[in-house]
């Protein structure tokens, strides 16, 4: 999945924590040969693979996190969309990056490619149908989401009741880290990358934080992030990150994205409407936005460094 995992469990009784974590570390191995595009047999190739062609018979994970990405990607109103990757042969930001700005025109004749709504998920028959050829979905921004959810459950089947768990940008913490709560950090956008500028106590809560510092280049004074927005095919300009806490990390790893690409007002104002979701947002002109559940709840540190 293309990000360190950390387990942490406190417990008096170490063998059945490392027991856990062995369980814990085998599922994140079982999801990623699932989910990743990495993986040439994985659900997620296949379905590629076949694309406007014939459905593909996918196990119920898969059934489950196109489901729910699909509940994000209405309430985002299409700014997550897990169609995304039919872009990402174009844009390189990981491994084997060039830092080459796409031509517009290369980018246009790939966005009817992109569309939610064109992915046929059939539950009862266990099906993937991507409707158009050369359609790709790339599960990055909810894969790790649903692994940390799974973690969770796998800590409790054990007895395990206080833990943490992180993926890259997300975390879930359950129940106390001895006779203290649990803690996260909210990242710096712009500082050093063990610079916090808030933080926050949790309790059986998610944590999940999208921004443009992960994977980026910098081209002619511009960055250029890994975050795109789905109707233009260009990474989103409206914020620097996204925090999302609630009580599922699925929900919370697709909705860091879509708020981020939404931007501060409109994503802000989806954080407010849904239920058990709060958020902490900072903007391009790096203005910070908290949600009314998070206020008293929120430690800020200090202000986010002013750059570009």
């Not at 369980?23 to 990495?38: A, G």
């Not at 768990?165 to 990242?187: F, H, K, M, T, V």
């Amino acid at each position: 999945m293309g990000s360190e995992v950390r387990l942490t469990a406190w417990t008096r009784d170490e063998p059945n924590a490392l027991a856990a974590f062995e369980h814990i570390f085998d599922d994140f191995d079982y999801l990623d040969r699932l989910l990743s595009v990495w993986h040439p047999e994985s659900a997620v190739s296949r379905i590629n693979a076949a694309a406007g062609r014939a459905p593909v018979v996918v196990s119920g994970e898969v059934i489950e996190v196109l489901q729910t990405a699909r509940q994000v990607s209405e309430w985002t109103t299409g700014k997550f969309d897990v169609t995304f990757g039919a872009l990402s042969g174009l844009w390189k930001f990981d491994h084997d990056q060039d830092n080459k700005v796409p031509r517009p025109r290369d980018v246009g004749a790939l966005l009817p490619l992109v569309d939610y709504r064109a992915v046929d998920v059939d539950a009862q028959a266990g099906t993937v149908l991507l409707r158009r050829g050369g359609m790709r979905i790339h599960l990055g921004g909810i894969g790790k989401g649903f692994a940390v959810d799974r973690a969770a459950a796998l800590f409790r089947s054990h007895g395990i009741r206080d833990f943490m768990i992180q993926a890259g940008g997300d975390l879930y913490a359950s129940g106390r880290r001895g006779d203290r709560p649990w803690r996260a950090g909210i990242r710096d956008p712009r500082g050093p990358a063990d610079r916090i500028f808030a933080a926050l106590e949790l309790n059986d809560e998610t944590f999940s934080t999208s921004g443009d510092y992960e994977r980026f280049f910098v081209r002619d004074g511009r960055r250029y992030h890994h975050i795109l927005d789905p109707d233009s095919g260009q990474p989103a300009a409206g914020s620097r990150s996204v925090t999302i806490v609630a009580t599922r990390a699925t929900l919370a790893d697709a909705l860091a994205t879509g708020v981020f690409i939404l931007g501060p007002d409109a994503g802000m104002s989806l954080i407010e409407r849904l239920p058990d979701v709060e958020g902490v947002i900072v903007g391009a002109k790096n203005e910070v936005l908290v949600s009314s559940g998070l206020r008293g709840r929120l430690q800020t540190l200090a202000s986010p460094t002013d750059a570009p």
